[in-house]
């Protein structure tokens, strides 16, 4: 793509990726493939901070996301197929403001122009999922977890990227309270667009009644978007709030204050393990993990029991599968050879029933059966006496002997 030369708020002509925000032209890097954008000035503006780094063009930077961009020139012609925008219809007596000041306000759940807002986020097989760790979640995810609970689109979070910023997806509690400045996420490809749901609706309003002492991080709202004061940042949950199988090249990430975004990890499915990407200039962003070596090259996942996984069909038998996306799924194996693209996939997970409350098997220990609540609710909570371990995720042990309608249940994906 040919580069356009642009004059810049220093009255100098430059050439290279330059955007318009707010009518002025400003030199800028590309994020997330084009979901957000970092740009620079050579004074100070209003959203702009000093934030000097090496290779940056100007000393005073601003992270936009690509709906506030007016024009590009200079962009990447994309590579993959774009997410959806966010879309809802403004007229003269609602704008942008009042849009969001709308998504804030629970009485507002069933408003059409927040269904009209929510419906323009859409899950494709293949979009990239985030969701915002503590140190101690990082640590977690390390050893074995698997995506799950409230999460979002990489799109709709493009332009958070610092500890400050971040906070306000977190799903711990902390909200960035836990004194370092480094912010962790997960990032993995969406295996289908089946396994998430929008925490809106009857199926979600017991989260919202959840009263505070009873709840971890910052309140449900039931309109489908997080709690902000400045964001339209629409929320999903996995369906169920279940487990989702770690799909293949997943990345644990770190944001240091600076901005930039520091790949820690990847997921290496045949090894169900975390290879270590960062050199030693980037090790110390690990330090406040707990039990985590930063001069460790290779931690494999050490639980066994995995609360879910992928079954795949090829030639009449079953097998385990991975999601290695964009390219689809195939037969999870070490030998290249062996990983033949299934015909058929499904997700298998265990279902359950105590005391009347529809529940998640995790695994099982000694006669005893770690329950996760399905559809949370005060009633549901008190019955289980379940606990939050973060952000709408409640968590139980139970006896076995006491558990009902145990079984195993698998969701297909259409191929």
């Not at 403004?90 to 704008?95: A, G, I």
């Not at 419906?119 to 969701?131: C, D, F, N, W």
Request: one cysteine or more; aromatic letters at 8%.
């Amino acid at each position: 793509m040919s580069v356009s030369a642009q004059t810049g708020d220093d009255g100098r002509e430059r050439a290279g990726l330059w955007v318009t925000c707010q009518g002025v032209g400003h030199p800028a890097e590309e994020i997330a493939r084009g979901a957000a954008y970092e740009i620079f000035s050579a004074v100070e503006a209003p959203g702009f901070e000093w934030a000097p780094r090496p290779g940056a063009p100007l000393p005073w930077r601003r992270f936009v996301h690509a709906t506030e961009v007016t024009a590009a020139h200079g962009a990447s012609s994309p590579t993959e197929e774009q997410e959806t925008p966010l879309l809802v219809p403004l007229h003269r007596e609602r704008d942008w403001s009042d849009v969001q000041q709308l998504t804030q306000q629970p009485s507002a759940a069933g408003h059409p122009v927040l269904g009209a807002l929510r419906g323009s986020a859409t899950i494709r097989r293949g979009t990239r999922m985030v969701k915002v760790l503590s140190a101690r979640q990082l640590a977690g995810h390390v050893r074995g977890w698997l995506p799950y609970g409230f999460c979002h689109r990489e799109h709709d979070v493009a332009h958070l990227r610092t500890p400050a910023a971040l906070a306000v997806l977190r799903t711990d509690g902390e909200g960035g309270r836990d004194g370092t400045d480094v912010a962790y996420a997960l990032r993995w490809r969406a295996a289908d667009p089946v396994d998430y749901d929008m925490p809106t609706g009857d199926a979600y309003r017991g989260l919202v009644e959840l009263p505070p002492r009873d709840r971890v991080g910052p309140p449900v709202l039931g309109t489908g978007f997080a709690p902000s004061g400045t964001q339209v940042i629409p929320e999903f949950v996995t369906r169920d709030f279940a487990d989702l199988p770690m799909p293949a090249n997943a990345a644990l990430l770190a944001y240091p204050a600076e901005g930039g975004e520091v790949v820690l990890y990847t997921y290496q499915a045949e090894q169900r393990g975390w290879l270590r990407m960062v050199g030693p200039r980037w090790r110390h962003l690990l330090a406040a993990v707990p039990g985590l070596s930063p001069d460790q090259e290779y931690v494999p996942t050490t639980d066994p029991a995995r609360s879910t996984q992928l079954v795949g069909g090829y030639g009449g038998g079953e097998y385990e599968a991975v999601a290695d996306l964009p390219g689809g799924f195939r037969v999870l194996a070490m030998t290249r050879t062996a990983r033949y693209p299934v015909e058929s996939v499904s997700r298998r997970l265990r279902h359950a029933r105590w005391r009347d409350v529809d529940c998640l098997v995790l695994r099982e220990e000694a006669g005893w059966l770690r329950l996760r609540l399905r559809r949370p609710d005060p009633e549901a909570v008190a019955v289980t006496g379940a606990h939050c371990q973060e952000r709408g995720v409640y968590e139980t042990w139970a006896p076995a002997v006491e558990v009902t309608d145990d079984r195993i249940v698998d969701l297909p994906y259409l191929l």
